[in-house]
DNA sequence: ACTATTTCCTGGATGC
DNA sequence: TGCATCCAGGAAATAG
């Protein structure tokens, strides 16, 4: 279930591999679910456009598109304004993106065109390298969008960005129970289930707290657990629980910290009471109910 | 304007 | 062994 930190190892890994390379051709297969953009417009955005970069906004993974500008074709004044920009007889502009949200158990990975096609590929974008992006879905929650013309935005702030007044200002006044606004994407962009138990058990605050009765204090302390607990898992490439894995198909070792998320029964780490597991808002939700107010 | 609930999906685990 | 049922959850849609 890739979150925040599961997203920014792919993107790491895909922007050292695949930046620079030029798109082929793009195959996509027939169940819709996963486009949010018409067909036509995901191919015709991706084909003919070289990689400039891949990144992380929220939980999504952006690839930046630029289109090649031939130097033998060079207008006068664009050639000296621009020549910070010619490489290798080229320039470059972004100018577009390919958006790709991996939803539960989407896999966004590079490999050679002889590999194996996994079964619920839907897509499959073909490099000059020799080598394919393929995007794998079983349960096709992921979805595959283009933009164009204007730059992808997150709908919330970005968690390890956010100062700490502006984390104050969004969580202020809500009558939500905390875990239901940390899962709240249009607060902030990234954090999941397993990220929003670890933060609330490291704060030492119950799930179910409304965010209305925390003290400043307690939203200031969130605020730190949010980010040392992303951080951590960024630095040890995310948690592998089911089925996740890097772009370089390596797993993850974050789950090994993890202190409530996933277990229910087992002893607190800190004060050995057995870690509860109760229900909010739909998604199970993990805590130590002495360490957590 | 907010908040809460339901729905979409498949594979793996569980129960009889 | 086989078959039905449940559960995982991100985010859009729907309901309150």
Same mark, same amino acid.
């Given at each position: ?10 993107? #790491? ?15 996509? /297969? ?39 500008? !031939? ?9 000296? !304004? ?55 879905? @079983?349960?096709?929650?992921? #979805?595959?969008?283009?933009?164009? +013309? ?9 968690? $390890? ?12 006044? #809500? ?11 249009? $607060? ?11 933060? $609330?058990?490291?704060? /030492?605050?119950?799930? !179910? ?42 797993? +993850? ?13 087992? @002893?607190? $780490?800190?004060? #050995?009471?057995?870690?509860? !597991?109760?229900?909010?808002? /739909? ?11």
């Amino acid at each position: 279930m890739p979150e925040l930190p599961e997203v920014e190892t792919i993107a #790491r890994g895909l922007a050292s591999r695949v930046t620079g390379d030029l798109i082929e051709s793009v195959w996509l /297969g027939s169940k819709p679910e996963p486009l949010k953009s018409p067909a036509a417009a995901i191919v015709d955005t991706l084909e003919g456009k070289r990689i400039a970069g891949v990144r992380r906004v929220g939980k999504h993974i952006v690839v930046d598109l630029a289109t090649d500008r !031939r130097r033998s074709r060079p207008s006068r004044s664009s050639r000296k !304004r621009h020549s910070a920009f010619v490489d290798q007889g080229r320039s470059t502009q972004t100018e577009s993106q390919w958006i790709v949200h991996l939803g539960m158990t989407g896999q966004f990975v590079v490999c050679s065109a002889a590999a194996e096609i996994a079964k619920h590929t839907h897509a499959i974008v073909k490099l000059a390298s020799g080598r394919e992006l393929r995007f794998v879905d @079983p349960r096709r929650f992921g #979805r595959l969008s283009v933009s164009a +013309g204007r730059e992808f935005a997150a709908a919330g702030s970005e968690p $390890l960005e956010v100062v700490v007044e502006r984390f104050l200002d969004l969580f202020r006044g #809500r009558k939500t129970p905390i875990k239901s606004a940390l899962l709240n994407q249009r $607060l902030l962009s990234g954090v999941g289930n397993i990220y929003a138990d670890e933060s $609330l058990f490291r704060a /030492g605050i119950r799930p !179910r707290r409304r965010v209305a009765s925390l003290s400043r204090d307690q939203l200031r302390r969130l605020y730190r657990s949010v980010q040392q607990v992303l951080n951590q898992a960024i630095s040890l490439g995310g948690s592998s629980i089911s089925d996740y894995v890097d772009a370089d198909g390596a797993e +993850g070792f974050f789950q090994l910290q993890h202190r409530v998320y996933g277990r229910e029964g087992e @002893p607190c $780490l800190v004060c #050995r009471t057995p870690v509860k !597991r109760v229900v909010i808002a /739909g998604r199970s939700s993990h805590y130590c109910p002495k360490c957590q107010k």
